[in-house]
């Protein structure tokens, strides 16, 4: 333990909790480009009239040209180049102080991103840190950015080491961090419902394997209650099969204008389907150098499993709780075959844990130690990286176990508790648990 009482905590945080904003050559800021905040109003003024050309024809009409169009402009904020740059300048709302040099307002949103408030009364507000980025970037960028911040956490606190809380998306960044970096300035890791190794999500996605008959899951995914309610009455009065082909038109533009070209989303691919994928996306010339990063990223991802045993075998501390027994997605073809937290499949989260689909029980050949067997029988524990420190709550939906009190206590204890080590450490704080949530009403 260093001289301070307790070691500062980084948050490394998932997709949709860093404020990017686009900037002027000066560097001032000229819009909010993430997260999305989709038009209702704007949304339909653009595609009403190729509707209703639509509607008294009964075909297309340019109805679909002109949502892919919306779409894109309404996407273009995080548009991506094929060679992994962004299209413009943009820059993350960054907090380069602790907690406590926060503002009310910066507080208030950080806060509502990662409700740490409990840690916060453990360890002081002067010890946690917020790392911001954008979601899109390349791993590696990240990863530099994150190297200048921890240099300046040092410089605050004067530790030479810190813990790390990476969340969701955050996991992935921190790969590329620990490839580039090392580990010099790690004491502990905690994984909050990472990816570690991909998600069966984006693969469904770049493989286009998505129900696409069942649009109103799809739209529900995608856009608010209220936007959502509006085009799923839509689709009731559309002629035959053109909901159908405007989907599948549509995830050709998120493809094309954002998601081909972000080193973030490549570095979501599960291991196994990345060599065939980036066969078929990035073989061109405009994509080498996205591509020369990506298969530096896989191939450290692929190894992340054997570097954080060494990192342990060292002394550094890794901790993960995770989610399972959720189907992914509705829309997604994978949906019903693999256990997960509706986002990332526990496969990935937990590095190897073995698992039955959603409602189903592991085989007893598919058991390798039935004392790491989860109640419900659908999760073997042993097969993951760490089945020491892995925490699983079953049923948890990948956002909420931000507000599972036993999932933020299992993660508040390892980043404050040395004598928190492993699943066994406190009786209460077992390997299994339910699905939580706290919120009030």
């Keep these: 333990m260093p001289e301070r009482e307790y070691y500062p905590v980084v948050i490394v945080p998932g997709i949709g909790q860093s404020k990017v904003v686009q900037t002027d050559a000066a560097g001032h800021a000229v819009r909010t480009v993430w997260p999305l905040n989709f038009n209702k109003e704007t949304l339909l003024d653009k595609v009403k009239g190729p509707f209703f050309k639509m509607m008294m024809f009964r075909r297309d009409g340019g109805f679909i040209s002109a949502v892919c169009d919306t779409l894109a402009e309404a996407a273009d904020g995080i548009a991506t180049n094929p060679d992994g740059t962004m299209r413009h300048r943009l820059m993350a709302v960054t907090y380069p102080y602790p907690f406590s040099e926060c503002s009310d307002d910066e507080k208030r949103y950080i806060y509502k991103m990662a409700p740490v408030q409990g840690l916060a009364k453990q360890i002081g507000e002067e010890n946690i840190f917020f790392f911001s980025y954008n979601s899109f970037d390349k791993p590696y960028t990240v990863a530099a950015q994150l190297r200048e911040f921890t240099e300046m956490v040092k410089r605050r606190t004067g530790s030479e080491k810190m813990n ?50 069942d649009l109103p899951a799809l739209i529900d995914g995608m856009v608010n209650p209220t936007l959502a309610g509006t085009l799923k009455s839509v689709l009731g009065m559309m002629p035959e099969g053109t909901p159908r082909r405007t989907a ?56 992340l499993p054997e570097t954080l045993r060494a990192l342990a075998a060292q002394g550094i501390g890794v901790y993960i709780c995770c989610c399972y027994g959720r189907k992914l997605f509705a829309a997604l073809g994978s949906a019903g075959t693999v256990s997960s937290d509706g986002v990332i499949d526990v496969a990935s989260a937990s590095l ?8 189903k029980k592991l085989a007893e050949n598919e058991i390798k130690d039935k004392a790491y067997l989860s109640p419900d029988g659908g999760l073997d524990a042993s097969a993951g990286a760490f089945p020491e420190s892995t925490w699983y709550f079953y049923d948890q939906y990948h956002d909420s176990i931000a507000y599972n009190d036993t999932a933020l206590e299992v993660a508040f204890r390892a980043l404050s508790d040395e004598s928190f080590t492993s699943v066994r450490s406190d009786p209460a704080l077992g390997q299994f648990h339910e699905r939580q949530d706290n919120r009030k009403g």
């Design 164 to 213: 790390f809380m990476p969340l969701s998306l955050g996991g992935a960044m921190f790969t590329a961090y620990l490839d580039a970096y090392g580990a010099g300035d790690v004491h502990r890791i905690v994984y909050f419902v990472p990816a570690l190794a991909g998600t069966v999500t984006i693969e469904d996605v770049f493989r286009k394997n998505v129900v696409l008959d």
């Design 248 to 303: 599948d038109a549509a995830l050709d533009t998120a493809l094309k204008t954002v998601l081909t070209g972000s080193g973030a989303m490549w570095a979501c691919l599960p291991p196994a389907a990345y060599g065939e994928l980036a066969a078929k996306y990035l073989s061109d010339a405009a994509h080498a150098p996205l591509k020369a990063e990506t298969d530096r990223y896989h191939a450290a991802q692929a190894a």
């Design 352 to 359: 190897g844990a073995a698992a039955a689909a959603p409602g």
